[in-house]
């Protein structure tokens, strides 16, 4: 999530030897030649698209009595699950420049279609239902494979298909909010759904209700620095800093500047600080494998409430956002760390903007896609890190990518 968080202003990454941290992302527009065009998650989506439709393939022809039918249903699911994610994560870099379909054919080596972004939030939605309705079919078993330890030590045990179906549905809320939040195609009914989604996902429990135990709930990629999957946490960082405004826009008593800690100098290209991220600690060998969670509950109580101001329902937005507040040292009637009291959905969206970005810090680019959602990501709501700051919003199609195409990168909403 690095440049992420640098286009979303939580994050500098300043270093003398690769000034494209600076000059791609706060000082001019990426090259879509460069690294900083996003191009490692872009080609590592679509190789994981391919594993799971060449995956979906075996399952569908596997011999009979390998898989029982719910066996076969589930694998289904979790695989189908998966791909909803990687269509997701691509839209998320991408937005409105569109994403590139992935034929299910594994042998096609033709350039598919690109799609708006729109499309692409359609399909991801379908295709989270789709895997739902496989792993609801499925019924009360677990995987027929092994997961990761990321899936069985965080709150669920997520080899249970009934506590998959939970990471389904937050999932499907969370694609569902920016659905209703996209500006080319606004979708009102999709809050409603949000909410009915991420409730089911939160053990049914209502506006307010989700206790602070919880928050931590969810599957997380766990990083392994040597072995047969070696993936070392990428945050773990010398010269990964906060942008300044981090520490200066959090409320006095919010437990979260814990995440907050002091550095030395790290300055150059015009810009310094002198505070970091503490997993991007890299003297502490713990940081070598922090797991960092895909969906947790305390996302999904936020998202909530973002779903709840779609609906004009601020009452039950303030109510979700203040169990998080408190949770973290808020106190009716503070002066340095209030409770919400919101009552417009201008006041409640500022609101939940602050406690997404401080509860997800460097977890991903959620604030980056929020800022981008609200039309908060411009010179009205933000200052210019750089006397050339453009404002970036979203990632090129790499160049390789674009030369097998012709150059053509229109993307398609028919």
Partial sequence: PVITEIYARDAYRIDASEPRYVNETLGGNPDPGSFASGSGPFYAGYRSLRAANVTVSAINNAPSGVLTAAQKSASLGFVRTFKALEYYRLVELRDTVGVPLQSDSANNTTPGPIICKENALDLVAAL??????????????????????????????????????????????????????????????????????????????????????????????????????????????????????????????????????KRSTLAGQTLSTTTTFIGAVSTNPANQTGPVGILRDEEEVLLRAQAYIGLGQIANAVADINSVRMFYGATAGSATFP????????????????????????????????????????????????????????????????????????????
């Fill in 128 to 261: 989270l239902d789709s895997a739902n309705t496989d792993l609801v079919a499925a019924g009360n078993i677990t995987f027929p494979f092994a997961l990761p330890s990321g899936f069985t030590s965080f709150g669920r045990n997520y080899r249970s298909v009934p506590s998959f179906i939970l990471f389904n549905r937050g999932f499907k809320g969370k694609v569902d909010v920016y659905r209703g939040l996209d500006h080319a195609k606004p979708n009102a009914a999709a809050f409603g759904l949000a909410v009915t989604e991420l409730t089911t996902a939160l053990g049914g429990k209502g506006p307010g209700a989700v206790p602070g135990s919880q928050f931590q709930f969810g599957p997380y990629y766990v990083f392994v620095p040597s072995g047969t999957e070696a993936a070392p946490y990428a945050l773990a960082d010398s010269k990964l800093g906060l942008n300044p405004s981090v520490a200066a826009n959090i409320f006095p008593g919010d437990t979260r500047s814990s995440k907050i800690v």
């Fill in 339 to 414: 409770l919400s009291t919101a009552t417009t959905a201008s006041q409640a969206i500022t609101d939940v903007l602050y406690d997404k970005r401080y509860s997800l810090l460097l977890e991903g680019p959620q604030r980056l896609v929020d800022l981008r959602a609200y039309g908060r990501l411009n010179a009205n709501f933000l200052t210019k890190e750089v006397p050339s700051d453009p404002f970036n919003s979203a990632f090129p199609i790499p160049k390789p990518e674009s030369d097998a195409r012709g150059g053509n990168l229109t993307p398609k909403c028919s």
